[in-house]
């Protein structure tokens, strides 16, 4: 039973990791909540069952044109929405507002076109999975973890080698100065989105696979990514995936304490924790005052 909620805390913080590294990406770019980032998760779960189920195309085809596509969704909604209105200069409460509105309507689209009941992408009989000294992991379960270890260790060394990655950081640190230098800061927006976007659509749709898909799937990821970006700090991925392991482990262990239907309360009482003790998040710092 131990090794069982090992497994399935491990399983649970991957899929928090990819959520919230996706979330982050933007977020330190834009500076505002990106609420539209929970319908992209979704998006990669029905584009591969629109290619899959309903245009018949190989599984191994339609996964990596869903993430393409829920990419362009993401890159479609900040050159469409968010670019015009920074350039009008709305403010933060402004765009969080048209994020929202952006959301609602495109899940009320999904839900229209696609219907409200539960659908699945996964193909072939459902096997028991395999036996390791008496805990079940399934191979999609396995893949999860293995996919968020690989993406995870590629953004670090995207953000720390590539030209753009290091664009990406110094627009996070200071927009205006990073204009100033000579950086395109609405490219690398652009290319902030293009990456968030596409993780969003990876997690979404190896969540559809392992537990099958609706509508509304997305906000409570985009929820607990949030909740993993606030305790692990902003500006740290290994800070995030610390977090997202921790909530992990917090969820799984306290629903087999106690009950499944504490998941959600036991995921904000500790974001209440963090914010009151270690709002820098894991492996944040305390900005220290200054007198002048």
Same mark, same amino acid.
């Given at each position: 039973?131990?090794?069982?909620?090992?497994l399935n805390s491990v399983i649970s913080g991957s899929i928090y990791a990819l959520v919230a590294i996706g979330f982050t990406v933007i977020y330190r770019t834009v500076k505002f909540?990106?609420?539209?980032?929970?319908?992209?998760?979704?998006?990669?779960?029905?584009?591969?069952?629109?290619?899959?189920?309903?245009?018949?195309?190989?599984?191994?085809?339609?996964?990596?044109?869903?993430?393409?596509?829920?990419?362009?969704?993401?890159?479609?909604?900040?050159?469409?929405?968010?670019?015009?209105?920074?350039?009008?200069?709305?403010? =933060?409460?402004?765009?969080? #507002? +048209?994020?929202?509105? /952006?959301?609602?309507? *495109?899940?009320? $689209?999904?839900?229209?076109?696609?219907?409200?009941?539960?659908?699945?992408?996964?193909?072939?009989?459902?096997k028991e999975g395999i036996n390791i000294f008496g805990a079940r992991i399934t191979p999609i379960q396995i893949t999860i973890i293995i996919t968020s270890i690989i993406i995870t260790?590629?953004?670090?060394?995207?953000?720390?080698?590539?030209?753009?990655?290091?664009?990406?950081?110094?627009?996070?640190?200071?927009?205006?100065?990073?204009?100033?230098?000579?950086?395109? =800061?609405?490219?690398?927006? #652009? +290319?902030?989105?293009? /990456?968030?976007?596409? *993780?969003?659509? $990876?997690?979404?749709?190896?969540?559809?696979?392992?537990?099958?898909?609706?509508?509304?799937?997305?906000?409570?990821?985009?929820?607990?990514?949030v909740v993993v970006v606030i305790i692990g700090g902003v500006n740290s991925i290994p800070g995030i995936v610390c977090g997202a392991l921790l909530l992990g482990f917090a969820q799984?262990?306290?629903?087999?304490?106690?009950?499944?239907?504490?998941?959600?309360?036991?995921?904000?009482?500790?974001?209440?924790?963090?914010?009151?003790?270690?709002?820098?998040?894991?492996?944040?710092?305390?900005?220290?005052?200054?007198?002048?």
């Amino acid at each position: 039973m131990l090794l069982q909620l090992i497994l399935n805390s491990v399983i649970s913080g991957s899929i928090y990791a990819l959520v919230a590294i996706g979330f982050t990406v933007i977020y330190r770019t834009v500076k505002f909540f990106h609420f539209a980032h929970a319908v992209v998760f979704t998006s990669g779960a029905y584009f591969t069952f629109l290619f899959h189920k309903l245009f018949g195309f190989s599984i191994y085809f339609s996964i990596p044109f869903a993430i393409i596509f829920a990419l362009l969704l993401g890159c479609l909604i900040e050159k469409s929405i968010y670019k015009p209105l920074r350039k009008k200069q709305a403010s =933060s409460m402004i765009l969080l #507002l +048209s994020s929202l509105g /952006i959301y609602i309507l *495109l899940q009320n $689209l999904i839900s229209m076109v696609f219907g409200d009941d539960t659908k699945s992408i996964r193909t072939g009989i459902v096997k028991e999975g395999i036996n390791i000294f008496g805990a079940r992991i399934t191979p999609i379960q396995i893949t999860i973890i293995i996919t968020s270890i690989i993406i995870t260790t590629l953004l670090l060394l995207f953000l720390k080698k590539t030209k753009i990655g290091k664009a990406m950081q110094a627009v996070a640190n200071d927009a205006e100065l990073a204009n100033i230098s000579g950086i395109n =800061s609405d490219r690398v927006i #652009l +290319s902030a989105f293009a /990456i968030g976007s596409g *993780l969003a659509g $990876l997690a979404g749709i190896l969540v559809a696979l392992d537990v099958d898909m609706t509508p509304t799937m997305g906000m409570n990821a985009l929820m607990m990514g949030v909740v993993v970006v606030i305790i692990g700090g902003v500006n740290s991925i290994p800070g995030i995936v610390c977090g997202a392991l921790l909530l992990g482990f917090a969820q799984n262990f306290g629903v087999w304490y106690i009950s499944s239907q504490w998941k959600d309360a036991i995921a904000f009482g500790i974001l209440i924790l963090f914010l009151l003790f270690k709002p820098e998040g894991f492996f944040g710092k305390k900005m220290r005052k200054v007198s002048v």
